[in-house]
């Protein structure tokens, strides 16, 4: 089972780094627009 994981992984790397990239860039507009309000 670990080998299978591990074989996803490595298969899957390139969409995984930008599903990553889509998760931080997610997390900053929903920081930003909470406290897009306190600045106004």
Same mark, same amino acid.
């Given at each position: !089972?670990?080998?299978e994981i591990?074989? +996803?992984?490595v298969r899957s790397r390139d969409?995984? *780094?930008?599903d990553a990239l889509? #998760?931080?860039?997610l !997390? #900053? !507009?929903l920081l930003v627009g909470l406290a897009l309000p306190? *600045? +106004?």
């Amino acid at each position: !089972m670990a080998r299978e994981i591990k074989s +996803i992984i490595v298969r899957s790397r390139d969409t995984i *780094l930008m599903d990553a990239l889509g #998760v931080a860039a997610l !997390m #900053v !507009m929903l920081l930003v627009g909470l406290a897009l309000p306190g *600045l +106004i």
